[in-house]
Nanobody, 124 residues
Framework: QVQLVESGGGLVQAGGSLRLSCVLS????????MGWFRQAPGKEREFVAG????????YYADSVKGRFTISGDNAKNTVSLQMNSLKLEDTAVYYC?????????????????WGQGTQVTVSS
């Protein structure tokens, strides 16, 4: 059974940084595409970043390009999201997600497994 466990959320001032991590267990990490999504109160879940293990490609939402970096560690079965220059509008619950194939999609419905989410709050 595949499990995803996120960590690293918290409260940070605008302009600050946070690093989120997601540990995957239950299957081989290399056969997955991984994504980070976020959901703010009253809004739909939106794509933030994704990584394709087989190809090594990385994808980002326009709103986070240049500020967020997604990376992975095969040996630790971990995918991370480094978030810099955080803005008030980055406040949300952040979710890690995995797909059974190596193709990154930006729609939540394409993902097969989800973590429980971690809260990120950016204050002024």
């Amino acid at each position: 059974q595949v499990q995803l466990v996120e960590s690293g959320g918290g409260l940070v001032q605008a302009g600050g940084s946070l690093r989120l991590s997601c540990v995957l267990s239950g299957r081989s990490f290399s056969s997955y595409a991984m994504g980070w999504f976020r959901q703010a109160p009253g809004k739909e879940r939106e794509f933030v970043a994704g990584i394709s293990w087989g190809v090594g490609s990385r994808y980002y939402a326009d709103s986070v390009k240049g500020r967020f970096t997604i990376s992975g560690d095969n040996a630790k079965n971990t995918v991370s999201l480094q978030m810099n220059s955080l803005k008030l509008e980055d406040t949300a619950v952040y979710y890690c997600a995995a797909r059974n194939t190596g193709v990154v999609f930006t729609t939540a419905e394409r993902y097969d497994y989800w973590g429980q989410g971690t809260q990120v709050t950016v204050s002024s």
